[in-house]
């Protein structure tokens, strides 16, 4: 028998940097973290003494060892809805297209609405052209932005302000003509009526982060269809080629599983709406669904 050495665990100095709403560095910290450490900084501006109201949060590792991940979690003061914002890692590359699945502007019923950002990471002005694919199929309705240097755009309800849509989702998809360095985020949410929300966070996807006909299946888990909970899963064709998606729902005791199949247009974006109960698997808990590509470009 072998055996595997350990992973070495490495300590690591972390500066934390906090921008405001329009791009101003209002402080920054360093944290030191041990080899595996996990550490959560409460309501961390307030104890800076910070009032933000749309700002951003830089994390770096200073030192020579040790690496790290980052996560913020934005808590509703009103309603506690916690909103989960994940960290997205700035490549040299870039990338020229980016796309925002789940974005809506709904009025009828339960009203949701979108509100999206876009921030330029680099030091050179950027051209971008935004394009909401709309979830009812109509025709694709777009808009010119250009970002300056380190700047933040803010689309408050962006599909009402920006495309002029009142009752509609789908998936916007911003392309530049050169790779940028784009961080395009957003926050699809209800509000309750008394000031608060209910929500949640959305960070785009590159081309490269998707999968085609040959990659390994996407794997969603802790999907459930039950008296609590229901599950909707999104899909979002992210280059401008229709392919056909296979969707397998797997209950917890893998005795048997449940397969349908997706066609999906150039660009479209499809939101199936109780997907396990769609495939006859009611009181189902702790599912898995297995997503792949079986045809097309």
């Given at each position: 028998t072998s055996t595997v050495p350990p992973c070495p665990s490495l300590a690591a100095t972390v500066n934390v940097a906090v921008f405001g709403d329009l791009g101003e560095k209002l402080t920054d910290f360093d944290v030191l973290l041990k080899g595996g450490q996990h550490m959560q900084l409460g309501s961390v501006l307030a104890q800076k003494g910070l009032q933000v109201n749309d700002g951003r949060v830089e994390v770096r590792v200073t030192s020579p060892g040790g690496k790290v991940t980052a996560y913020a979690s934005v808590l509703d003061n009103r309603t506690n809805d916690s909103l989960l914002v994940t960290p997205v890692s700035l490549n040299e590359v870039g990338n020229t297209k980016f796309v925002l699945p789940g974005v809506a502007e709904l009025s009828g019923g339960i009203p949701w609405q979108t509100d999206a950002r876009l921030f330029n990471a680099s030091d050179a002005t950027v051209n971008a052209q935004l394009t909401l694919q709309p979830l009812n199929g109509s025709e694709a309705l777009r808009a010119n932005v250009t970002l300056a240097p380190r700047e933040v755009k803010q689309f408050d309800r962006i599909l009402s302000t920006l495309f002029g849509v009142t009752n509609d989702g789908g998936a916007l998809h911003?392309?530049?003509?050169?790779n940028a360095n784009l961080i395009a985020t957003a926050r699809t949410y209800r509000p309750d009526g008394t000031g608060g929300s209910f929500?949640?966070?959305?960070?785009?996807?590159?081309?490269?982060?998707?999968?085609?006909v040959g990659s390994r299946p996407l794997q969603i888990l802790q999907v459930e269809e039950s008296v609590?909970?229901?599950?909707?899963?999104?899909l979002a064709e992210v280059t401008g080629q229709a392919v056909m998606v296979e969707v397998t729902a797997i209950p917890p005791d893998a005795k048997s599983s449940s397969r349908i199949r997706v066609p999906m247009?150039?660009?479209?974006?499809?939101?199936?709406?109780?997907?396990?109960k769609q495939m006859g698997l009611d009181d189902t808990h702790n599912a898995r669904v297995s997503v792949r590509v079986v045809d097309g470009q």
């Open positions: 911003i392309a530049t003509e050169t929500g949640q966070f959305i960070s785009a996807v590159t081309p490269n982060e998707a999968i085609a609590r909970y229901r599950s909707n899963i999104g247009a150039a660009n479209q974006f499809r939101q199936l709406n109780s997907l396990l």
